[in-house]
Nanobody, 122 residues
Framework: QLQASGGGLVEAGGSLRLSCAASSVTFSSYTMGWFRQAPGKEREFVAAISWSESSTNYADSVKGRFAISRDNAKNTVYLQMNSLKPEDTAVYYC?????????????????WGQGTQVTVSS
């Protein structure tokens, strides 16, 4: 129901844009988030955007470099990633939460995509 795409291999300092297309979900009613999980590490919050686009949230590690946006007409959420660093290497997951605000906690998200690999070489 959530299909993430756009991952790949990029050099440090480069950019990627991830997309997450939703189906079978009332997309415009859900807060959308991005999380990531690096090998040997726990899944961590990256960014979130409320259903109305009135609020966003970012992890401190990506503030100023990543930007989350959504197009409710296309049932799609995006994550623009700039100035990528090797430590951004992870599998990135999109998720949907029946929440009013751009929540951070993964336990509040109801639906998860399959993940897309992002690898940043030094």
């Amino acid at each position: 129901q959530l299909q993430a795409s756009g991952g790949g291999l990029v050099e440090a300092g480069g950019s990627l844009r991830l997309s997450c297309a939703a189906s079978s979900v009332t997309f415009s009613s859900y807060t959308m988030g991005w999380f990531r999980q690096a090998p040997g590490k726990e899944r961590e919050f990256v960014a979130a955007i409320s259903w109305s686009e009135s609020s966003t949230n970012y992890a401190d590690s990506v503030k100023g470099r990543f930007a989350i946006s959504r197009d409710n007409a296309k049932n799609t959420v995006y994550l623009q990633m700039n100035s990528l660093k090797p430590e951004d290497t992870a599998v990135y997951y999109c998720a949907a939460a029946a929440q009013f605000r751009a929540v951070v906690a993964s336990r509040l998200y109801d639906y998860w995509g399959q993940g897309t690999q992002v690898t940043v070489s030094s």
